[in-house]
């Protein structure tokens, strides 16, 4: 009797240390990782994905609009049909949209003098319904005025094509400039044309880069190529965020608004272009090409095989410009969903993809958002199912990224400080899928629990091996890029905070790419028939997040980073082997970084070998947490609260943008600047500025290193 009663609460007892472990112990939340691409959970969900997709791309949805206000409302219904609570936060911003265009050629060599006045209209293709909501083709904050010259071929627009220009001995001065896009970012194209002198600027598509060279390309819908009339339209600016908020977010309420910069504040900025432009097609820029005399361009320059000869003028041609703008503020929704961390709610692992779009934007940016909804709906199934992540869990759908990654932007200057001191990962996808083959960036922490997580999907283009066997195939480790361009809403993040982070993607470059093309039917027809990429997206994805959120220590390794800074600061070093300038300040705090980063996994592993007796679990759960601090805020120590010179926003000193470059990755930009003023200059003042960038960027390094210690010196 007495035996038997005594047992009940030994049972008891034995039945609470079990549930203790399984709750609390590494295997219960790997449990609820593997479900999250179990065949149960995701038999379906490429047509659930093509659903999604299908209702956000039924029309156009540019920023500001009323469509993507609806967008908006889809997203936030979306996210709690999957029960996670969710908001719309607003902001009201200085967006703009085109009111005229006109474009004329003239040939005043032919007799009697010829004129041809461009539609600019791309063709529309039947079964396109909405296609007449599509915005005239026009580049955003593009000066509004007149612009008429003789035409000069520029080639892709860079500093070094108007070097070539100047040593041909062609004067851009007082020109309208005909570039072809693909090599840098637009605003930099229009930029480098004001700077050489020109007055006006006309971007085409040729067809070399997007039409697919040979005749039988006929371009889409007959096959996935840009068409002969279309245009890719894009922002020219520069900054990040609301233009006339620059570093403060763009509150107002109905009856206040916030401080802003006045139109010729914003035009000192240098962020805005100064002479008008205008996007045209491969047609229209193919008619232009033809009215150049002139010296013949070098090969470099040339078109496809079959184009005509390219001549770099200037003229004959003529060409008149005309464009007008309205810049207007409009009301912008940004949609976050939350799932509350059970462990460490004030520890923040976001993920971040914009819904606004050019035109349909079936590519970009909603192939993402398609794949955040079904990362949503998974987290919905595991949060039914009992899962509560450690680390809280913010869903983002950012607005207005194509104008100049304003959404994002915004939010992260309003809550700085709360993301500063609680965001551990911010992970990106913006273009999620135009085609096979997977593509990552990261700051190198981060690498390795890429790897990990490639390795547990199958590569859909090859089911019988993963993501991370394909991945690998065309060089030994997988080839991983970094975050210091400016193309998407990783940008705020990582360059003006400091938040590790990752971008992900299927395919990379597309011939429709911010054209009205950009649709369902290229996607269902060209980028992913059956939707399967979309469903490998979200599934590394996710797993990279459930990582993150629920792993007790933090997976980020910093040897990865060490590795990383010794190779950049490398290829930096050659650049300027014979001008006296000492990196050994950098080479010495990359080696005390590689030496914190060993200390702090060995103290890991000491710890969590302790770890197994449940026991003394609790009583080190202020350690546990102190270490993974240090991990959060050793890359907040690569930001310099001045910031690059002259670019003060650009708080990081190993990544942000290349100046000529918007969409260029570069490391070390500081020193990177200094650099090309210096070779420019070249006077012992601006080599010497050179020195103090090393100097500032080693100390940076350095203070990760005592970040990752955690000791007071
Ligand atoms: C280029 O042309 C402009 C105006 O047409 C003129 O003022 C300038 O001197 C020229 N530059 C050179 C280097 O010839
Ligand atoms: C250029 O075009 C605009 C608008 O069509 C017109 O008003 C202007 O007179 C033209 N300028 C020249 C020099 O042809
Ligand atoms: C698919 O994966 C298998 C197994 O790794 C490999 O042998 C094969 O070459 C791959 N096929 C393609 C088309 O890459
Ligand atoms: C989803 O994939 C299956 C094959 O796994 C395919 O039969 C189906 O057509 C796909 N659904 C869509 C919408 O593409």
Same mark, same amino acid.
């Given at each position: 009797?007495?035996?038997?009663? /005594? ?57 500001? +609009? ?75 904050? @593009? ?115 916030? %401080? ?79 799932? %509350? ?13 914009? *819904? ?10 909603n192939s993402g958002t398609a ?29 207005? %990224?194509?104008?100049?990654? !304003? ?74 890029? *970094? ?20 971008? !992900? ?42 990582? /993150? ?14 590795? %990383? ?11 300027? /082997? ?27 592993? @000491? ?6 007796? !449940? ?12 270490l993974n601090d240090r991990l ?14 002259? *670019? ?23 020193i990177d600047d200094a650099i ?20 500032? +960027?080693?100390? @940076?390094? +350095? ?11």
């Open positions: 009797m007495i035996i038997t009663t /005594l047992m009940i609460p030994i049972c008891l007892y034995i039945i609470y240390l079990l549930f203790i472990i399984t709750s609390s112990s590494p295997s219960s939340y790997s449990i609820y990782h593997s479900l999250f691409t179990s065949t149960s959970l995701i038999t379906n969900s490429n047509s659930t994905i093509s659903h999604h997709l299908y209702t956000l791309t039924r029309r156009p949805h540019v920023a500001g +609009t009323q469509a993507n206000a609806d967008a908006a409302s889809y997203v936030f219904s979306t996210f709690t049909s999957y029960s996670l609570p969710s908001r719309i936060t607003s902001y009201h911003v200085s967006l703009t949209y085109p009111i005229s265009r006109s474009l004329t050629l003239t040939h005043p060599q032919s007799d009697p003098p010829t004129s041809i006045t461009f539609d600019l209209n791309q063709k529309i293709y039947s079964g396109d319904p909405y296609a007449n909501e599509v915005l005239p083709t026009f580049h955003a904050y @593009a000066k509004s005025g007149t612009a008429v010259g003789k035409v000069v071929y520029v080639n892709y627009g860079r500093v070094e094509d108007y070097d070539t220009l100047k040593q041909m001995g062609v004067n851009v001065s007082g020109t309208v400039v005909l570039v072809r896009y693909g090599e840098i970012f637009r605003g930099d194209i229009v930029r480098n044309a004001h700077l050489a002198g020109a007055v006006g600027v006309v971007v085409y598509t040729d067809k070399k880069d997007y039409g697919g060279c040979g005749s039988k390309n006929k371009g889409y819908p007959d096959d996935r190529w840009m068409p002969s009339s279309g245009v890719q339209v894009g922002t020219l600016y520069s900054g990040a965020g609301d233009p006339t908020t620059p570093g403060w977010a763009s509150i107002s309420s109905s009856n206040a608004d916030c %401080e802003r910069l006045s139109d010729d504040e914003v035009e000192q900025s240098g962020d805005v272009p100064l002479i008008p432009s205008l996007p045209i097609s491969w047609a229209d820029g193919d008619f232009i090409l033809r009215s150049i005399g002139g010296q013949v361009a070098n090969a470099d320059w040339q078109g496809c095989p079959d184009s005509s000869v390219y001549r770099v003028g200037p003229g004959p041609g003529f060409l008149n410009l005309t464009y007008t703008g309205s810049q207007v503020i409009n009301a912008i929704q940004n949609v976050i969903a939350v799932i %509350e961390g059970a462990i460490e709610p004030d520890r923040f692992v976001i993920l971040g993809n914009h *819904r606004d779009a050019w035109t349909f934007g079936a590519v970009d940016p794949a955040l909804l079904e990362v949503a709906r998974r987290f919905g199934k595991l949060k039914r199912k009992g899962w509560r992540p450690r680390r809280t869990i913010i869903l983002c759908n950012w607005d207005a %990224e194509e104008y100049g990654l !304003i959404g994002s932007t915004e939010w992260v200057e309003e809550n700085r400080e709360m993301l500063a001191s609680r965001a551990v990962a911010y992970l990106n996808v913006d273009c999620g899928v135009s085609g096979p083959g997977f593509h990552a960036s990261a700051t190198p922490q981060l690498d390795e629990l890429l790897k990990q997580a490639t390795q547990q999907v199958r590569d859909p283009d090859n089911i019988s091996q993963t993501i991370y066997e394909s991945w690998i195939t065309s060089s030994e480790s997988p080839l991983i890029g *970094r975050l210091g361009g400016g193309g998407s809403d990783y940008a705020p993040f990582v360059q003006h905070i400091g938040i590790p982070s990752v971008d !992900i993607l299927f395919g990379g470059g597309y011939p429709v790419y911010h054209s009205m093309y950009d649709d369902f039917v290229w996607m269902k027809k060209f980028g992913d028939p059956m939707f399967h990429r979309h469903v490998a997206a979200a599934s590394i994805w996710g797993l990279v997040a459930l990582q /993150l959120a629920d792993k007790e220590f933090l997976p980020f390794n910093y040897l990865s980073y060490a590795n %990383e800074l010794q190779t950049s600061t490398k290829v930096l070093h050659d650049v300027v /082997l014979d001008k006296g300038i000492d990196f050994t300040p950098i080479y010495k705090s990359i080696r005390n970084l590689e030496k914190a980063a060993n200390k702090i996994a060995n103290q890991i592993k @000491a710890l969590e070998e302790t770890r197994h007796f !449940i026991l003394l679990r609790n009583k080190d759960s202020f350690k546990v947490r102190e959060m805020m050793a890359e907040r120590a690569f930001t310099d609260r001045n910031g690059l010179l002259g *670019r003060p926003w650009y708080k990081h000193l190993v990544y942000a943008p290349s100046s000529h470059d918007d969409y260029g990755s570069k490391s070390f930009p500081g090309e003023v210096a070779k420019n200059l070249n006077t012992k003042e601006a080599w010497h500025v050179v020195q103090h960038e090393v100097w500032r +960027t080693s100390r @940076a390094i +350095t203070h990760a290193s005592l970040v990752l210690n955690g000791d007071l010196t």
